[in-house]
């Protein structure tokens, strides 16, 4: 069974860019996650999406980032413009329904200059 | 009061040791327990997930689940040189949205 994928896995930019990060899950999964993970710290759940529906964006900084499941499958995240403190590793997740084992991908680091 | 606690190391072991990682809570409502391996630069690896209070053992990793103290370990046996990495726990409560609440993760170095 293939995992979580991401790309791409690693991004610089400078800040005030904007920057997109893709997600696919694994196959059948209907929830998925985007964290952020920065340096010495946990992940930390940006958005879950069940489906193509938002369940949970209560830490999106609403005013630059933003995040789609259009189909239901597939997922973007956006940032836009970047600041520094956006630099992290940015993770996507996915669990067979919600309650379950969620399985990430291996990031994208971000490193905004 | 940070909802989970995590030490975050780093803890070094000789191999062969019994390693023993711990990580506390204060969110009586967290139902879900689970522990995670992050290897540097890669993604989080789910390594055991357990409901509720009790141990749940798979091959040389144990989960213990203390509910009465909000209290959670991780035991690795016959800890190996790539064993080493950021252990990171996380919890949810079995309602609502799921969402896990992870620790920072506790680095292990595995001594050869």
Same mark, same amino acid.
């Given at each position: 069974e293939a995992g979580v994928a991401q790309s791409p896995r690693y991004k610089i930019i400078e800040k005030r860019q904007s920057v997109a990060f893709w997600c696919n899950p694994i196959s059948g999964h209907a929830t998925l996650y985007w964290y952020q993970q920065i340096l010495g710290q946990g992940p930390k759940l940006l958005i879950q999406f069940q489906n193509n529906g938002?369940?949970?964006? #209560?830490?999106? %900084?609403k005013d630059r980032f933003s995040a789609e499941r259009l189909k239901g499958v597939d997922s973007t995240l956006k940032i836009? %413009?970047?600041?520094?403190?956006? #630099?992290a590793v940015y993770l996507c997740a996915s669990s067979l329904v919600e309650g379950n084992e969620q399985y990430f991908g291996p990031g994208t680091r971000l490193t905004v200059t | 009061q940070k909802e989970v606690e995590q030490d975050p190391g780093p803890l070094s072991v000789p191999e062969g040791a019994i390693v023993s990682l711990n990580c506390t809570y204060?969110?009586?409502?967290?139902q879900y327990f689970m522990w995670y391996r992050q290897y540097s630069r890669k993604g989080p690896e789910l390594l055991m997930y357990t409901y509720s209070s009790g141990n749940k053992e798979d091959g040389r990793f144990t989960a213990q689940v203390d509910k009465s103290s909000k209290y959670i370990s991780l035991f690795i046996r016959d800890?190996?040189?790539?064993?080493s990495a950021t252990y990171l726990c996380a919890m949810s409560a079995?309602?609502?949205?799921?969402k896990y609440i992870f620790g920072t993760g506790t680095r292990l170095k595995v001594l050869a």
């Amino acid at each position: 069974e293939a995992g979580v994928a991401q790309s791409p896995r690693y991004k610089i930019i400078e800040k005030r860019q904007s920057v997109a990060f893709w997600c696919n899950p694994i196959s059948g999964h209907a929830t998925l996650y985007w964290y952020q993970q920065i340096l010495g710290q946990g992940p930390k759940l940006l958005i879950q999406f069940q489906n193509n529906g938002v369940v949970d964006d #209560s830490q999106l %900084p609403k005013d630059r980032f933003s995040a789609e499941r259009l189909k239901g499958v597939d997922s973007t995240l956006k940032i836009q %413009p970047a600041k520094l403190e956006d #630099s992290a590793v940015y993770l996507c997740a996915s669990s067979l329904v919600e309650g379950n084992e969620q399985y990430f991908g291996p990031g994208t680091r971000l490193t905004v200059t | 009061q940070k909802e989970v606690e995590q030490d975050p190391g780093p803890l070094s072991v000789p191999e062969g040791a019994i390693v023993s990682l711990n990580c506390t809570y204060s969110n009586s409502a967290f139902q879900y327990f689970m522990w995670y391996r992050q290897y540097s630069r890669k993604g989080p690896e789910l390594l055991m997930y357990t409901y509720s209070s009790g141990n749940k053992e798979d091959g040389r990793f144990t989960a213990q689940v203390d509910k009465s103290s909000k209290y959670i370990s991780l035991f690795i046996r016959d800890s190996q040189p790539s064993d080493s990495a950021t252990y990171l726990c996380a919890m949810s409560a079995a309602s609502g949205t799921y969402k896990y609440i992870f620790g920072t993760g506790t680095r292990l170095k595995v001594l050869a």
